[in-house]
C-alpha cells in the first residue's frame, strides 16, 4: 500500500490491484463519473485516469502542476467536470472558475457544484473573457483545454485579463483543432511561438507529447514574467 504526492495535491497510489494517480477525495463517499475510490491510512482518495484527462497526463509525464492547496484556478473548456472535480480536490482552501460554453455539457458540472463549494461554474465563451470579468477575479493558474483553431490567443486573452504576475499557465493544444493537415509538430511551435512572443510575458518552461494518453496533444507549461509596477 503506497500514497507518494508527486505534486502538490497529486498523488500516486498502489493498493492491490489499483495502481495509478489520484486525488484526495473533498467529498468522501461519493465520486463523480463512476471514477475507483481508494482509502488508504483513513484518508479516501479518487483514481485519475490520464486517458480522461489532459491534466493527468501531463502530471505523469512529470510536469510541473503549479497548483496549490489555495490557489485560484481558471479553468477554460471544464466540459462536464471530470477534471475539474480532480482540480477541486487539489485546491481545497482555493477555488476553480470552471468555464464551458455548451449549455448541455455544463449541466452535470452544476449539478457537482452543489457537493462541491470551491467550484464556480461559469456558462461562457472563453474568446469573450469580459463576458466573465464580474465573476472571475486575478487568478495564480489558466488550465486551458479548449479544442479550438486559436488556443494560443484564448489563452493569452484571458491572461492578459486574470493572470497574476509570476502566474501559470497549463495549455493542452490539440493539433487537429488548429490545422486538419499541417504535421503537429508545426502546429505545436507556431502556438508556442504565438505564447512567447506576445507582449503578455510568457515563458515556456516545459512542454511534452501527451502520447500515447491523447494523441497528436502537446501539454505546455508557460509562466507569466513578473513585471515590476
Ligand atoms: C476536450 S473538452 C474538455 C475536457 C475537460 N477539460 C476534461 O478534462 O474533463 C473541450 C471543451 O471545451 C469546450 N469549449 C470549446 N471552445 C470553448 C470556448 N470558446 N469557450 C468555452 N468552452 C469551450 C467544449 O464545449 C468542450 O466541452
New binding site residues.
Given amino acids: 500500500m503506497v500514497q507518494k504526492e508527486m505534486s502538490d495535491g497529486i498523488f500516486n497510489i498502489t493498493k492491490g490491484s489499483r495502481r495509478g494517480l489520484a486525488t484526495k477525495n473533498l467529498d468522501p463517499g461519493a465520486g463523480v463519473y463512476g471514477e475507483k475510490l481508494v482509502t488508504i491510512e483513513g484518508n479516501e482518495y479518487r483514481m485519475w485516469n490520464p486517458k ?4 493527468a497526463a501531463m502530471a505523469l509525464k512529470r510536469m510541473r502542476i503549479p497548483i496549490r492547496h489555495d490557489s485560484r484556478v481558471l ?10 472535480s480532480h482540480v477541486s480536490d487539489m485546491v481545497p482552501d482555493g477555488v476553480v472558475y470552471a ?4 449549455a448541455r ?1 455544463i449541466r452535470d458540472l452544476v449539478q457537482m457544484c452543489e457537493r462541491r463549494s470551491n467550484i464556480v461554474p461559469i456558462l ?4 469573450h473573457p469580459s463576458s466573465y470579468a464580474h465573476i472571475v477575479g486575478p487568478v495564480d493558474v489558466i488550465f486551458q ?4 483553431p486559436n488556443q494560443a490567443k ?1 489563452a493569452i486573452i484571458n491572461a492578459r485579463r486574470f493572470l497574476k504576475n509570476g502566474g501559470h499557465l497549463l495549455l ?1 493544444i ?1 493539433a487537429r483543432s488548429v490545422d486538419t493537415v499541417a504535421s503537429p509538430d508545426k502546429i505545436f511551435k507556431e502556438e508556442i511561438r504565438t505564447l512567447e512572443a506576445d507582449d503578455v510575458g510568457f515563458h515556456v518552461s516545459n512542454r511534452q507529447d501527451l502520447s500515447p494518453f491523447h494523441e497528436d496533444h502537446m501539454g505546455v507549461v508557460a509562466e507569466r514574467k513578473i513585471v515590476k509596477e
Fill in positions: 480522461r484527462s489532459k491534466l479553468y477554460l473548456g471544464a466540459a462536464s467536470g471530470t477534471t475539474v468555464v464551458e460554453f455548451s455539457t461562457a465563451d472563453a474568446t483545454d479548449v479544442a479550438q484564448i493542452s490539440k
